[in-house]
């Protein structure tokens, strides 16, 4: 996004600089919200793993978890 933005590459397309601009600035903060949705998503699944550790899990037909 960097490139096409500062350097408007790639050269010598059919698309204008100023098209190329608006896609690199589409790329450049599109990338930042895939990244905190990523980041979502790991902190969701931490969440998850901590809480299945902690809470142990008894079956009702298992005669030595009434112990």
Known sequence: GKLMYGYAW???THHGIEEIQAAAQVMYYGGDAAEALLALAF???WYRSQR???TP????DDPA???
Do not use: S
Request: charged fraction near 30%.
């Open 57 to 60: 899990r008894y079956r009702k």
């Open 43 to 45: 902190f969701i699944l």
């Open 10 to 12: 790639p050269r010598n």
């Open 52 to 54: 299945e550790i902690a």
């Open 65 to 67: 978890a009434l112990f």
